[in-house]
């Protein structure tokens, strides 16, 4: 039976990069972390997911010494969003954030898998990590003083603090009975490589069709782009069907060519896009972060985002518990976990969901007051450095690590 003092179930980039500032802050911490699948591989990056990364998540993997190992990590200096049949518009750029503005992008696309590798490589530096692959978790005993892990294969381990972040079907919830909030937003996201003949000049894309949004997401080729396209599940399952030329007559079409002719280049996959919710992300010596704790809809890219912050908040707590003398699992420092992210995970979720059922509105009137705002606010600069901010984050209460010209804890 192993005895460690923070066990972390799941090696995805949010839980890599909480083993990682914690080992990196408290040398002498115990720390385990347990997958159900391989160890991550380093190689060059297959584009099968990508996440779209704001400043502040750039901070923290410069911060780690994870970011400069990124092969391919385009950068995007405008964004373009618009609705396919009206003339709402608006579009951003660095410029937007005025000449005082240090911005160098306003964000950049990276592959999951390589990000996965490139953590996993930096945390093999630190030698209070422990690494457990193939794990798979059979039982979880929860109490207010430690945690029992079981694995199948036989092997146990207690821990002071259980670590859920093992992604959206987390079994950490699951076991523990924390409860559960969600809905299908009854679509689902088809991703695929593209290629484009006209350049997509370092610009992120999106289009508000009726039947979902469709984005095009710039990568290191000027002729590549990583599409995530939002439809209904008969309807994509359709477009996977389709032989090659006729999905690309259709993504062209419904791309209004704004990159010209389109023409897929990878295979094309689909998965379910649905908003969890846990109403409790703390229980005992357990709690939650990431995918675990929350989804949301990827049309405004932001779940990579908020992930990765909750695993800044919740090493930052640990951190300053351990430095003044007090444990890594305190119960009132996990509430104050808890309380912080929640806050920020319930704004993003009301915000993702005003935003989609805003567009879901087809009606004339409500299409023509969606552009007149829409034209509005490209023409006010103050509202877009408002807007522009969010997006990158450098708003909302960030762990400090995340905070402009803030590169440790």
């Known amino acids: 039976m192993l005895d460690t003092d923070i066990l972390i179930t799941g090696a995805g980039s949010a839980g890599l990069t909480l083993a990682l500032l914690l080992a990196k802050n408290c040398p002498d911490l115990p720390i385990t972390v347990l997958e159900q699948g391989p160890a991550p591989v380093a190689g060059p990056a297959q584009l099968n997911r990508v996440s779209a990364l704001n400043l502040a998540s750039q901070r923290v993997l410069d911060s780690l010494g994870v970011w400069q190992l990124l092969t391919a990590k385009p950068a995007y200096q405008q964004m373009q969003v618009w609705e396919a049949d009206s003339f709402a518009r608006i579009e951003f750029a660095t410029t937007d954030l005025g000449a ?41 005993s929860a109490s207010e003083r430690q945690n029992l892990l079981t694995l199948a294969d036989g092997s146990a381990y207690i821990s002071k603090l259980l670590v859920g972040a093992d992604g959206a079907n987390s079994m950490v919830r699951e076991q523990l009975k924390m409860p559960l909030a969600f809905w299908d937003y009854d679509h689902h996201g088809l991703v695929a490589v593209v290629r484009t003949s006209e350049p997509h000049q370092a610009t992120a894309r999106q289009v508000f069709l009726p039947t979902g949004p469709l984005a095009l997401l710039p990568l290191v080729d000027p002729h590549l782009v990583s599409i995530v396209w939002s439809v209904a599940p008969e309807r994509a399952a359709e477009l996977i069907a389709m032989p090659a030329d006729q999905f690309n007559q259709a993504l062209t079409a419904a791309s209004q060519s704004v990159l010209g002719v389109l023409n897929v280049q990878t295979e094309r996959r689909s998965y379910p896009l649905k908003m969890r919710y846990a109403s409790q992300w703390q229980k005992h010596n357990a709690v939650l972060v990431a995918d675990a704790a929350h989804t949301i809809h990827p049309l405004a890219g932001q779940g990579m985002n908020l992930g990765l912050m909750d ?58 007051v969606r552009a007149v705002g829409m034209a509005a606010t490209n023409q006010l600069a103050p509202v877009k450095r408002q807007l522009l901010a969010a997006a990158l984050g450098n708003q909302g209460d960030l762990p400090a690590v995340a905070r402009p010209g803030v590169i440790s804890l």
């Open 311 to 368: 695993a800044c908040a919740l090493a930052e707590l640990i951190v300053q518990n351990i430095s003044t003398g007090r444990t890594c699992n305190e119960q009132r420092m996990l509430r104050q976990y808890e309380r912080w992210r929640k806050a920020e995970a319930q704004q993003m979720i009301a915000l993702m969901e005003a935003f989609k059922r805003g567009f879901m509105l087809q009606h004339p009137l409500a299409k023509l």
């Open 100 to 140: 005082l503005a240090q911005t160098p992008a306003l964000g950049w696309i990276v592959d999951n898998e390589e990000l996965r590798a490139c953590l996993y490589q930096r945390a093999l530096q630190y030698p209070n990590i422990q690494w457990k692959f193939d794990a798979r978790i059979q039982q979880i």
